[in-house]
T-cell receptor, first 114, second 112 residues
Framework: SQQGEEDPQALSIQEGENATMNCSYKTSINNLQWYRQNSGRGLVHLILIRSNEREKHSGRLRVTLDTSKKSSSLLITASRAADTASYFCATVYDRGSTLGRLYFGRGTQLTVWP | EAQVTQNPRYLITVTGKKLTVTCSQNMNHEYMSWYRQDPGLGLRQIYYSMNVEVTDKGDVPEGYKVSRKEKRNFPLILESPSPNQTSLYFC???????????FGPGTRLTVT
């Protein structure tokens, strides 16, 4: 399978704490993207990091990419109850028959308690 | 407002009765995809299209058809639905190969 793998599958924290989710993938990528999904709704794009970038920020989100380890992490700082959602990483491969295809992991379910 | 619309949003049907789920986008995006989402399996791509009249199979194309006659529309056709096609379906678009995707609101399909 070309899917990425998120870790952990589920994460439960208190408001104000930081949440860290990890994603591992298998082969050379063009970019890696993170999405959020509120229960049963469409996915919303959060951030895209290209293979030549190591870190990217967007508001309370920080994404890192380590291409040597084929892994990425998403950090949500000072979490809020409204951050409760499933978070998915998606990898875009840059060669071969999978060129340009977007592969999603199974997601991390984040629950933030008030 | 930039958006991806899907219809219907909810559908309950019976085995073998042909159905079409429509997807339309107003962002002039070249690339459109269909995914299904099942518990524990994440999102799996059914079909994708890189431009008008260009479509290709994703990871789970069996039992589905698509067409791309116009840039804005990408309907998903189930010629003879079966219970194992009960799922949450998403249409998604992006402006190019290496860009972020915009998702529709989803269509929850139940086949009995």
């Amino acid at each position: 399978s070309q899917q990425g793998e998120e870790d952990p599958q589920a994460l439960s924290i208190q408001e104000g704490e930081n949440a860290t989710m990890n994603c591992s993938y298998k082969t050379s990528i063009n970019n890696l993207q993170w999405y959020r999904q509120n229960s049963g709704r469409g996915l919303v794009h959060l951030i895209l990091i290209r293979s030549n970038e190591r870190e990217k920020h967007s508001g309370r989100l920080r994404v890192t990419l380590d291409t040597s380890k084929k892994s990425s992490s998403l950090l949500i700082t000072a979490s809020r109850a409204a951050d409760t959602a499933s978070y998915f990483c998606a990898t875009v491969y840059d060669r071969g028959s999978t060129l340009g295809r977007l592969y999603f992991g199974r997601g991390t379910q984040l629950t933030v308690w008030p | 407002e930039a958006q991806v619309t899907q219809n219907p949003r909810y559908l309950i049907t019976v085995t073998g009765k042909k159905l079409t789920v429509t997807c339309s986008q107003n962002m002039n995006h070249e690339y459109m995809s269909w995914y299904r989402q099942d518990p524990g399996l994440g999102l799996r791509q059914i079909y994708y299209s890189m431009n008008v009249e260009v479509t290709d199979k994703g990871d789970v194309p069996e039992g589905y058809k698509v067409s791309r006659k116009e840039k804005r529309n990408f309907p998903l056709i189930l010629e003879s639905p079966s219970p194992n096609q009960t799922s949450l379906y998403f249409c998604a678009t992006r402006t190019g190969t290496f860009y972020e995707q915009y998702f529709g609101p989803g269509t929850r399909l139940t086949v009995t």
